[in-house]
């Protein structure tokens, strides 16, 4: 069975179907042990998945400057709409 059938009848993405594995030698074996032939663009896909890995960094935090804690603001108090109606009457 080709992949682009079996993605579409199965409504799978490349991505979630090989969830869990990291390197194309894997998915190789993995698309092996199916009836579901590898899709001929399976190397692209991991040279991209392995760039996005790379563009992903995790952000540096300066050791000379503190995180500064979150303070919320704190929460307007409402009165309720009935009583605002009864104080422009009076």
Do not use: C, H
């Amino acid at each position: 069975m080709e992949w682009e059938y079996f993605s579409k009848r199965r409504r799978i993405s490349l991505e979630k179907f090989l969830a869990g594995i990291t390197t194309l030698e894997e998915a190789e074996k993995f698309f092996a042990g199916r009836p579901v032939n590898a899709p001929a663009n399976l190397a692209e896909f991991f040279a991209k998945r392995k760039k996005a890995e790379v563009k992903v960094a995790t952000p540096v935090v300066s050791a000379d400057k503190p995180v500064p804690a979150f303070k919320p603001k704190p929460k307007k108090k409402k009165t309720p709409k009935y009583e605002q109606k009864q104080s422009k009457s009076k």
